[in-house]
């Protein structure tokens, strides 16, 4: 190919086309099911919480005022990058082809960003602290007079399952109202995968050499997340925006490319290569402790 304005142009719209095209495409994850996607317009993103969560009362005479709390989360997106290079004889000898399916990878990758960081979310759940200044996952948070326990070390088994199923269902706000929390989704990593498939997909379990309903069946939806390690666990209540369990902020979509590729450009004039590449910037952090429950499993 030779080296000229019309043709690197034509170079360009494919390797953009390309690139967004499989962005899309791998854009889709499983990980809508617990997490709500917060776009941000400024360096630092500070969520208001309210100092206390009750249901509705009767009103007879002043309202009664729910106010914001004076801590808030604030979250910083980091930044992320990731830059190929292409050598100009690759350009020039029309083998450029081989290089440019560097694109599809490129951007299969800035679109794991996003499962990326929920992944380090979730494998280093036991060291985030939330606005009350005590970490997300506990066993002895206060909700006024009500205690919320979302933390523990047991293994995952049907027993286990249960109980941190009961307790969500029974949490109750400061004012001693119910929270109505229904957990919905348990997450786990692939060690777990045939534990579980046996404690929520098997209509029947065996007691005492007998077949007998089981009583976990369909409890809730599971879904596997490859980077999760171990035997940890988590129970989720999925109930849409901010009372999702997990927050994903997004400040920079990783969605398209830049480039230097012009005779002008430093590295083009001193290394004979073109660069292309594509940043974002983003992070993501637990949002409501009542609704995750943690098994923190050796």
């Keep these: ?30 990980y809508n099911e617990f997490t709500t996607t917060i776009p941000m317009s400024t360096e630092v993103i500070t969520m208001p919480f309210l100092e206390q969560l009750t249901g509705m009362r009767e009103w007879i005479d002043d309202r009664v005022i729910n106010n914001l709390r004076a801590d808030r989360l604030s979250v910083t997106p980091r930044k992320f990058e990731l830059t190929y290079g292409i050598p100009r004889e690759a350009i020039e000898d029309d083998t450029y082809g081989i290089y440019v399916s560097l694109v599809d990878q490129m951007a299969v990758q800035a679109a794991n960003l996003r499962p990326d960081l929920i992944e ?7 060291d985030k602290y939330w606005v009350d ?8 948070r206060k909700f006024g007079k009500s205690t919320i326990n979302n933390y523990s070390t047991n293994a995952f088994t049907k027993a286990n399952l249960k109980t941190a199923y009961d307790l969500m269902t029974n949490y109750k706000g400061h004012g001693g109202t119910p929270l109505r929390t229904r957990p919905t989704l348990l997450v786990h990593g692939p060690a777990l995968r ?105």
């Design 1 to 30: 190919m030779d080296i000229n304005y019309h043709n690197l142009g034509i170079l360009r719209t494919g390797i953009d086309t390309r690139f967004k095209r499989t962005f899309d495409a791998s854009a889709k994850d499983q």
């Design 120 to 126: 380090a979310l979730l494998n280093s759940a036991g």
């Design 133 to 140: 200044g005590k970490k997300f996952f506990a066993a002895d």
């Design 194 to 298: 045939w534990t579980v498939k046996q404690v929520l997909d098997n209509p029947l379990e065996e007691v005492n050499g007998a077949a007998l309903p089981n009583d976990t069946y369909n409890l809730v939806q599971h879904i596997e997340v490859a980077g999760l390690d171990g035997n940890k666990w988590f129970l989720f209540a999925t109930g849409g925006g901010y009372a999702m369990p997990v927050g994903y902020f997004e400040r920079v979509r990783p969605d398209h490319i830049v480039r230097e590729d012009q005779e002008k450009d430093g590295v083009v004039f001193m290394q004979d290569k073109y660069l292309y590449g594509c940043r974002g910037r983003a992070e993501a952090a637990f949002l409501m402790p009542h609704c995750a429950y943690f098994g923190n499993a050796s």
